[in-house]
């Protein structure tokens, strides 16, 4: 199976979305039970079984060359380690609404530091998308909407945006990678990687996990681990085959939005009006600053 038809693909599209955005509600219930550190392996683990079982139906399993060993460290220890772990230290002080909004300021990122890196330059429409991404940031972050004089709340937000830090710098490296294999084929290399790290810092920082398991714990696990990473990881390199690059990066700034709904409906979580407006401002300037990188991208293909 190497591409989809457009409405396969769409449909693909939106699991997509709704599995990343529900995701964010059931990993802010897993780190009530278990540490973050082995939330994060306990979930890898997972979904390593589950790619090898997806990756090796469709034939995608390879062994890397040596070429593409930096690009899969990179996206197993910015995105699958050091993202996966601060979101889910961050989600222990902060609801699961509010940091989806912050994690997904990703591409705000890339936008300021690819220019400052040499990497892109820097667009009317994306510095315009950076600057109300900021606002929302800061909308976000104000003292109505977040309690100051709480020192965990405070360690949780900054914990999630630096995870969207990390995303972004992993995001800036792999637009420059040369690949030799496809992504899809170097996923399970990246998921392994990841898991054993994972699985090494869990150990050397909080030991055996102790754990009471009940059937509701295992059914997050399985959906954190299945659903919210091995099958959104597999449809999402899917998806990237039969839909525009542009599309899907627009299209992806919904999760945010899942998110909210997702931790309102599971979790109980208010929607406030600074919530709602720093969202809308945020996935507004994501999609100028995407429109922006498009088009960029688009000049530099036709100067060849």
Known sequence: ????????????????????????????????????????????????????????????LVI???????????????????????????????????GVVLGYTTPLWVALAAPMLGKEALTAPKLAGALLGLIGLAVILNPSSIDWTNAGVLLGAGMVILAAISWAANIIYIRAHRWIASPLQLLLWQVLVATAVLSTLAMIIDGLPHVEWSWRLVSLFLYSGLIGTALAYWAMSMVNKSISALTTSLGTTATPLVGIASAAILLSEPIDTSLAIAAGLIVTG???????????????????
Request: hydrophobic share 55%; proline share 4%; charged share 10%.
């Open 1 to 60: 199976m190497n591409s989809l038809s457009s409405r396969a693909a769409v449909g693909l599209f939106l699991i997509v979305v709704l599995a990343w955005g529900v995701n964010w509600s059931v990993t802010k219930q897993l780190v009530q039970f278990v540490s973050p550190l082995w939330t994060a392996a306990i979930r890898s683990w997972i979904a390593l079984v589950g790619l090898i079982t997806i990756l090796g139906l469709s034939k995608n």
């Open 286 to 304: 994501i999609g100028l600053a995407t429109l922006g990188d498009r088009l960029l991208r688009g000049q530099a293909t036709a100067r060849g």
């Open 64 to 98: 890397p060359e040596r070429r593409d060993i930096p690009v899969i460290l990179s996206v197993a220890l910015l995105h699958m380690t050091l993202f996966s772990t601060l979101v889910a230290a961050g989600l222990r002080f902060l609801p699961a609404s509010k």
